[in-house]
């Protein structure tokens, strides 16, 4: 969530296991995690900006203040056109979460584990980032009587 990633201070996060402690919705903590090519990029952002400067937040303005969820929105819109993405109307930014839980789900996470991960309460909220569409479905249709010889 945007939210959650303005909020985040440099104390939450652990470079060396590539982890972060972040206050979600209704101030429930949990976990973040990233792979080695964000960990490269959010350590040389971490050693560019003095912790001073920071004055506790991990994410700041070129103002020193702590960024927002309008200024995150704002950068996402200004480096797609630079690289020449169109991006989906309405919420362009919260459509990183349903890339993310259909990843997910095509690497095989369970929908418990995606609702940790995604930081949901129950499974049934995570259930409405993963609406398949008929393309995905027909392929998952033809492993699964692939795999058994059959023939439908």
């Known amino acids: 969530r945007v939210a959650e990633l303005c909020s985040l201070n440099y104390e939450h996060v652990n470079l060396l296991d590539r982890e972060a402690r972040i206050r979600g919705k209704g101030g429930k903590w949990r976990y973040i995690f990233w792979g080695p090519?964000?960990?490269?990029?959010?350590?040389?952002?971490v050693r560019s900006v003095a912790q001073t400067e920071r004055k506790g937040a991990l994410f700041c303005s070129y103002r020193g203040t702590r960024l927002t969820t309008d200024g995150v929105r704002q950068l996402f819109v200004r480096l797609a056109e630079r690289a020449g993405v169109d991006?989906?109307?309405?919420a362009p930014v919260h459509a990183l979460r349903h890339t993310f839980a259909h990843r997910a789900l095509d690497a095989g996470v369970d929908?418990?584990?995606?609702?940790?991960?995604?930081?949901?309460?129950?499974?049934?909220?995570?259930?409405?980032?993963?609406?398949?569409?008929?393309?995905?479905l027909r392929e998952i249709h033809r492993r699964?009587?692939?795999r058994r010889g059959m023939r439908v």
């Not at 090519?37 to 952002?45: D, G, H, I």
């Not at 991006?87 to 309405?90: H, K, T």
């Not at 929908?111 to 995905?136: D, F, I, V």
């Open 111 to 136: 929908a418990l584990r995606l609702a940790q991960l995604m930081g949901h309460s129950t499974p049934k909220m995570t259930m409405r980032y993963t609406r398949e569409n008929p393309r995905r």
């Open 87 to 90: 991006l989906p109307d309405g």
């Open 37 to 45: 090519y964000t960990q490269s990029v959010l350590a040389r952002y």
């Open 144 to 146: 699964m009587f692939e």
